[in-house]
């Protein structure tokens, strides 16, 4: 999908268009979707903890997408959560437009899209 909605690009770097104040990124099935495809199931919850230890929830829409405007202490973690599972990353980060290294094909070591926890 395209256009200026929630339901905007899935897949493609957030941090171009909403700048970097924002936690961005899109959640999908699989590890390796082409971008503009949309992601998993409404539902997912992204949890991020800063490092302060201070907990910010973020609910992927029907798309996948999620976003939210909030200045994050960095570096920070992040755990996807879904159906009672969590999946989390290996290491803390310091970029929040997620979907710069999730990419189809995973840059700066990631291994490719955010995706559910199995």
Known sequence: ????????????????????????????????????????????QIIITDKNGTKTTITANSVGNFLIQKSIAKPYTAVVSYNGKTRAMVGSQTSTDCNS??????????????????
């Open 1 to 44: 999908k395209s256009g200026q909605n929630a339901n905007m690009r899935p897949g493609e770097a957030c941090g171009g268009c909403h700048g970097s104040s924002v936690v961005a990124g899109t959640v999908y099935p699989t590890g390796h979707e082409p971008d503009k495809c949309n992601g998993s199931n409404a539902g997912a």
């Open 101 to 118: 290294c999730h990419t189809q094909k995973g840059s700066s070591s990631a291994p490719g899209r955010i995706v559910l926890p199995l």
